[in-house]
């Protein structure tokens, strides 16, 4: 199983992440399953940002708005890891749905992709740059 992203958006990620080292960032990623078109940052309104992320509501709501008018569908989310590794924490896996959404994780300067496939169960998936 695998996933494309360009280089480009793939390196807006990782920079964004490297300039917040203290807190977690993260945004929403659009395109088909098996490929990340675009990455829309997103406010972390979390209560503890170096701890956790929380994206806003209302950039969720809007983004999926958008595409149920004929934007690009929200096929997942990205988020940091400021002082950890880019593997699902306990804290990822008790809020995964199951529901193949993909969580683009970026920890140590470096990304690595999953998809949640069942309640609080992640596979990891290739990232293939195109």
């Known amino acids: 199983?695998?996933?494309?992203?360009?280089?480009?958006?793939l390196d807006r990620m990782l920079a964004r992440a490297a300039a917040s080292p203290a807190e977690e960032?993260?945004?929403l990623l659009f395109g088909t399953p098996g490929?990340?078109?675009t990455a829309e940052p997103c406010e972390n309104v979390a209560?503890?940002?170096a701890h956790s992320f929380e994206i806003d509501p209302a950039a969720l709501l809007a983004a999926h708005r958008r595409a149920r008018h004929g934007g690009p569908a929200v096929i997942g989310h990205y988020h940091s890891h400021p002082t950890g590794n880019p593997v699902p924490s306990p804290r990822d896996a008790a809020q995964a749905m199951?529901?193949?959404?993909?969580?683009l994780i970026?920890?140590?300067?470096q990304a690595r992709a999953w998809r949640s496939h069942a309640p609080g169960a992640f596979a990891e998936v290739a990232i293939v740059l195109i």
């Open 106 to 109: 970026i920890g140590g300067r």
């Open 47 to 49: 209560d503890h940002p």
């Open 98 to 103: 199951g529901d193949g959404a993909i969580w």
């Open 1 to 9: 199983m695998s996933v494309e992203i360009s280089s480009g958006v």
């Open 25 to 27: 960032v993260c945004g």
């Open 35 to 37: 490929a990340i078109a």
